[in-house]
Each structure stands twice: as structure tokens, then as C-alpha cells.
Nanobody
Framework: VQLQASGGGLVQPGGSLRLSCAVSGSILSANAMGWYRQAPGKQREVVATITTGGRANYVDSVKGRFTIFRDNTKNAVYLQMNSLKPEDTAVYYC????????WGQGTQVTVSS
């Protein structure tokens, strides 16, 4: 498995979730990685990225609420999501920043009361 996201679910507004992405080892160590999301009826968008050196960037809508981090020893990238809002509802995916890997299975995040 090259990319497999997990950890989604149903959460109330204001709640938290941590997404995980299992990444084949050779891919993770050599690439900047990103989390992406696609809401119903909308195009897929980048949410957060992290370089091989650990520098993170975020789309404005999630700054201060989401944290991306990577653990090369576990071949995984994570997205900690706090203070979730209904507009965060989407299917979340991980991939390299260059989108060089076929999209894997995403994980559904639903924020609703």
C-alpha cells in the first residue's frame, strides 16, 4: 500500500480528530507530503503540507486549528484537527506535494451536531 488514510469519523463542531496516513517508506523519506480534502460538489484542495525537514504550511481556513506532522520511523503522516467546523466536512486524502503517487483511499470526516 502506497498511501492509506484513516482516522476519520463523525464529530460534533468544536471536536477533534487525528488522521493518519500510512506511506510506503521510500516515498515518505524522499518527499514533501500533504493532506488534501474534497467536499461534496467541490474540487479537491490542499489543506496542509510538510517538507522533508518538517516545515509546515496551511491553508488559511485551518491555520491555528490543524497541525500536520510526520514520523519517518513509522512511515506515517498525521493531521491533528482541533476546533472542527461543519465546513471541514470532506473526504481527506494524503499524497506527496507533487501529487506523484496515485490517490489512495481517503477517509471521511463529518462535522455535524
Amino acid at each position: 500500500v502506497q498511501l492509506q488514510a484513516s482516522g476519520g469519523g463523525l464529530v460534533q463542531p468544536g471536536g477533534s480528530l487525528r488522521l493518519s496516513c500510512a506511506v510506503s517508506g521510500s516515498i515518505l523519506s524522499a518527499n514533501a507530503m500533504g493532506w488534501y480534502r474534497q467536499a461534496p460538489g467541490k474540487q479537491r484542495e490542499v489543506v496542509a503540507t510538510i517538507t522533508t525537514g518538517g516545515r509546515a504550511n496551511y491553508v488559511d481556513s485551518v491555520k491555528g486549528r490543524f497541525t500536520i506532522f510526520r514520523d519517518n520511523t513509522k512511515n506515517a503522516v498525521y493531521l491533528q484537527m482541533n476546533s472542527l467546523k461543519p465546513e471541514d466536512t470532506a473526504v481527506y486524502y494524503c499524497n506527496t506535494v507533487g501529487l506523484t503517487i496515485p490517490w489512495g483511499q481517503g477517509t471521511q470526516v463529518t462535522v455535524s451536531s
